[in-house]
């Protein structure tokens, strides 16, 4: 299985909500990422998990608050926020060793609309 | 911060002829990969390089490397309806695992 699924595909929501992103791999990779992409824009990384564990988080506001149940699950929770945090938030996944940097498997994306 | 710059930012061609993209990027890395992204969907590895290596073949894809220069070259050859799409350049650098992704090229192919 060689797929990295996302859920929900679609996902409107007011400024008081509370709401989860939901991500899941079985390829059994150790390294885990969110990312943000705007229109015409390329994809921006927001954080990254290795074994589990928040490895790199590039300033993202606290608005967005990642997890990272197990080595298969990744979450991103989101609260409060704004008109222009609407994008395409995609998630990956990719081995994680000491060897070197590898390929990233992407999901198809939820689609955000902040109202 | 967008490391990679790409060039042209887009690119229309007859099915049949080849696509030929630039990237250029800024500090040192340990590989580059280029991704491809149909409109709105998520992105699909392509090829990866490494620092040592100057070219890279998959299927109709060629990929070229010049770390003096700090550009990487995507050919696609015998193009088709289907390789229209966005394709995106990334560098890791200090971070193994942290791609930063160039502004990307958007291709067209006309059938």
């Known amino acids: 299985d060689t797929e990295v699924t996302q859920t929900p595909k679609h996902l409107v929501m007011g400024m008081t909500n509370k709401k989860s992103l939901k991500c899941e791999q079985h390829?059994?990779?150790?390294?885990m990422y969110w990312y943000k992409q705007k229109a015409k824009k390329p994809p921006e990384l927001m954080f990254v998990y290795s074994y589990e564990k928040l490895s790199i988080n590039e300033s993202v506001p606290s608005r967005f608050s990642p997890e990272c149940p197990n080595s298969s699950l990744l979450n991103l929770h989101l609260h409060a926020l704004q008109p222009e945090d609407s994008a395409l938030y995609l998630c990956?996944?990719?081995?994680?060793?000491?060897?070197?940097?590898?390929?990233?498997?992407f999901g198809p994306g939820t689609r955000l609309t902040v109202t | 911060s967008q490391q990679g710059e790409e060039d042209p930012q887009a690119l229309s061609i007859q099915e049949g002829e080849n696509a030929t993209m630039n990237c250029s990027y800024k500090?040192?890395?340990?590989?580059l990969q280029w991704y491809r992204q149909n409109s709105g969907r998520g992105l699909v590895h392509l090829i990866l390089i490494r620092s040592n290596e100057r070219e890279k073949h998959s299927g109709r894809l060629r990929v070229t490397l010049d770390t003096s220069k700090k550009s990487s070259s995507l050919l696609i050859t015998a193009s088709r309806a289907a390789d229209t799409a966005s394709y995106f350049c990334?560098?890791?650098?200090?971070?193994?695992?942290?791609?930063?992704f160039g502004a990307g090229t958007i291709l067209r192919v006309k059938s």
């Open positions: 990334a560098t890791d650098g200090r971070y193994g695992n942290k791609l930063v």
């Open positions: 500090t040192s890395i340990n590989n």
């Open positions: 390829m059994g990779h150790r390294a």
């Open positions: 990956a996944s990719s081995p994680q060793d000491n060897r070197g940097t590898y390929e990233q498997y």
